[in-house]
């Protein structure tokens, strides 16, 4: 587990002055300019002066947005998929996947992995459909599983290292992998729907964040910039370059908005295993990390965002990993491949 924190938001004085990183300064100084009250530019605070405003404490980015208090639900029994269904391999047996392929793939296995992404995007869509205040995350897991079935798919997070159902549903101060069950959604939350397909032999990965009813405008800016940093970050593949750039663009922009960038969860290669070796880090690792892409490369990238810190614990249920301080994550994740100029993403339905 990591202790670092990131970085904190500049000093109230940098912020009064438009010296520091927070966002919207232009507007806090303009009200103390004008003696205007400052929630007439969306601050819950008055501004009377400019002394005054040096005295004010300031809200910190995580508390702009509810702060997370999710519990274990209650998990349904493991749903049946048909036995006509191919099992990936790690369904035979214990311990991690012993699969070794090459993260380089030929074009007839870049276009299995594209039939399994699009499985898997659809099957996403298609349970995005259903969330809504007072659905539980389980019937957002029962609605996946069933597409992947019926389309002669494995849902490949069901029976991987132990994990129980058939997609990962995050909610809130959750990460990534968190299991369906029997919470209820309630208006005001974000929830990422994690969703890979195991088709023809291969994984298709992909993962988006989505809210629930209306939100409060800094969960919905954190998941349009965390879908933002994402496509940066895959903008910047090519051929020849070091995966740690992708890295570096992403966690330069989060930064801009004071974004913690989670670390010790990455994008990976991905094919006929679930996880290869490979490993893409979402912040500047340089110069670890420098495996360089080729044209036939496949692997996700999957930026996980905070409000707060990068720092995270895991429940006692061996996978749900939560913001250390509680505040608010949001995640975007495709998979791709390499081509000759950029490139050609797997997982669009």
């Keep these: 587990m990591r202790t670092a924190q990131i970085p904190t938001r500049g000093s109230e004085a940098e912020q009064y002055t438009g010296r520091g990183t927070g966002r919207r300064t232009d507007v806090i100084v303009l009200a103390i300019v004008n003696r205007v009250p400052a929630v007439a530019v969306g601050y819950p605070w008055s501004v009377g002066s400019y002394a005054d405003a040096m005295t004010t404490p300031t809200i910190s980015l995580a508390d702009r947005a509810p ?29 991690p996947e012993r699969v070794t392929a090459s ?22 869509a298609e349970a995005a459909k259903a969330i809504a205040p007072g659905v539980t995350t389980d019937e957002l897991d029962r609605i996946a599983h069933e597409y992947m079935c019926d389309h002669h798919a494995y849902p490949s997070c069901l029976g991987y290292m132990g994990f129980p159902k058939s997609i990962c549903t995050s909610i ?12 209820v959604l309630k208006e005001g939350d974000l929830i990422n729907l994690d969703v890979t397909a195991y088709f023809e032999g291969v994984h298709g990965d992909t993962n988006a964040t989505y809210p629930v009813g209306e939100v409060d405008e800094e969960t919905a800016l954190l998941i ?55 490993i893409i880090p979402h912040y500047d690792s340089t110069p670890r990390f420098d495996d360089v892409m080729e044209v036939g490369m496949v692997f996700t990238i999957e930026p996980m965002l905070t409000l707060g810190t990068e720092d995270w614990e895991q429940w006692d249920d061996g996978w749900t990993v939560v913001t250390k301080d509680r505040s608010r994550t949001a995640q975007f994740e495709h998979t791709l ?13």
């Design 172 to 183: 809130n101060e959750v990460i990534c992998h968190g299991i369906p069950d029997s919470t």
């Design 337 to 349: 491949v390499v081509t000759e100029d950029g490139a050609d993403i797997l997982t669009l339905p």
């Design 224 to 278: 349009e910039r965390t879908r933002i940093a994402m496509e940066r970050g895959i903008k910047t593949v090519k051929p020849g370059r070091e995966v740690n750039v992708i890295g570096r663009v992403i966690e330069k922009y989060a930064t801009r908005f004071n974004y913690g960038v989670v670390r010790d969860y990455t994008g990976h290669g991905v094919g006929e295993a679930f996880h290869s070796g490979l």
């Design 103 to 124: 993260d380089v793939k030929d074009a007839e296995t870049v276009e299995r992995i594209r039939a399994a992404g699009r499985i898997a995007a659809r099957a996403m």
């Design 67 to 95: 702060r997370g208090t999710l519990t274990k639900g209650v998990l349904t029994p493991e749903r049946h998929v048909p036995a006509s269904i191919a099992r990936p391999e790690y369904m035979f047996h214990d311990g």
